[in-house]
């Protein structure tokens, strides 16, 4: 794939950097758009993805989440080989009656997102808060190696 996020076919790439873990999931939706003309980033998949942004700061790296209509409790927050995985389900909320919409984009059901994360991170600083709607993961992140030229004495 090009450095500009452009693939070879002039559209721009959909994936989140170099966070997302599955690329069958990207293959999914080059799929759908080709072969089923479906819209762009429509993925059929049991499995909803709420908006996420990853950013770091000097000693920490952050996964905030989006994710409204929840409580803390419905969350699981793993961390393995380097890869973040939450995961949850979002319930409906209950109508009464039979109602007629005009729009529905609020997903509900299972979710998950996978994050390769980009730095090495302490597994025991993991903390994770839920609040105003958003979900907040803060992994400490490992002091960097010593780089540098080394030298060698051959035996």
């Known amino acids: 794939m090009a450095e500009s996020g452009q693939g070879s076919s002039g ?9 997302t873990v599955h690329l069958a999931e990207e293959l999914e939706v080059y799929f759908n758009e080709v072969a089923h ?9 049991s499995k909803w993805k709420p908006p996420t942004d990853i950013y770091e ?23 393995a080989d ?14 009464e009656g039979k109602p007629h919409y005009h ?3 609020v997903q509900v059901g299972p ?10 991170v302490d ?3 993991i903390q994770a808060s839920y609040e105003g709607g958003f ?3 803060r992994l400490a992140k490992l002091p960097a190696r010593l780089s540098g030229p080394q030298s060698v004495k051959v035996q």
């Not at 559209?11 to 966070?19: D, E, L, T």
């Not at 380097?82 to 109508?95: D, F, Q, W, Y």
């Not at 979710?111 to 090495?120: C, I, K, Q, S, T």
Request: net charge neutral.
């Open 11 to 19: 559209r721009s790439s959909r994936a989140s950097g170099g966070f």
């Open 103 to 105: 729009a529905m984009e």
């Open 135 to 137: 979900l907040a993961v």
């Open 57 to 79: 700061t000097d000693d920490a790296l952050v996964v905030y989440m989006d994710i409204a209509g929840m409580r803390a409790e419905d969350f699981s927050v793993q961390l």
């Open 82 to 95: 380097g890869i973040l995985t939450i995961s949850g389900e979002r319930p409906s909320h209950r109508v």
């Open 123 to 125: 597994p025991e600083s």
């Open 37 to 45: 003309g479906r819209p762009v980033g429509f993925v059929s998949s």
């Open 111 to 120: 979710f998950e997102r996978r994050f390769r994360l980009p730095a090495p």
